[in-house]
Nanobody, 129 residues
Framework: QVQLVESGGGSVQAGGSLRLSCAASGYNANRACMAWFRQVPGEERERVAAIDTNVGKTVYVDSVKGRFTISRDSAKNTMYLQMHSLKPEDAAMYFC??????????????????????WGQGTQVTVSS
């Protein structure tokens, strides 16, 4: 049974930093297409960053480029999202997600939100101004 468990959320002031973790079990996160999403109540879920954990290729939504870094630790079967220079508009519930198959093609690996089969329970990030 695949489980993704997020941790690391919390409350910070604008300009602060947080590191989110996504620990995977029952799933090989070392050769996978995974991503971080976020959602604010009443709005659609947004992909923040995605990673091909096999080769380390990453993509980011424009609003977080230069501030967020997605990464993985093969030994720990864990994915991370390091967030710096947080803004109030970054406040949201953050989810990690994983696709059920690995795709070497970068575009296929990122896919659409509907392509992600496995989801964590979410971790809340609050940013005060």
């Amino acid at each position: 049974q695949v489980q993704l468990v997020e941790s690391g959320g919390g409350s910070v002031q604008a300009g602060g930093s947080l590191r989110l973790s996504c620990a995977a079990s029952g799933y090989n996160a070392n050769r996978a297409c995974m991503a971080w999403f976020r959602q604010v109540p009443g709005e659609e879920r947004e992909r923040v960053a995605a990673i091909d954990t096999n080769v380390g290729k990453t993509v980011y939504v424009d609003s977080v480029k230069g501030r967020f870094t997605i990464s993985r630790d093969s030994a720990k079967n864990t994915m991370y999202l390091q967030m710096h220079s947080l803004k109030p508009e970054d406040a949201a519930m953050y989810f990690c997600a994983a696709r059920d198959f690995y795709y070497r093609d970068a575009a296929r690996c990122v896919g659409a939100i509907s392509d992600y089969r496995y989801w964590g329970q979410g971790t809340q990030v609050t940013v005060s101004s």
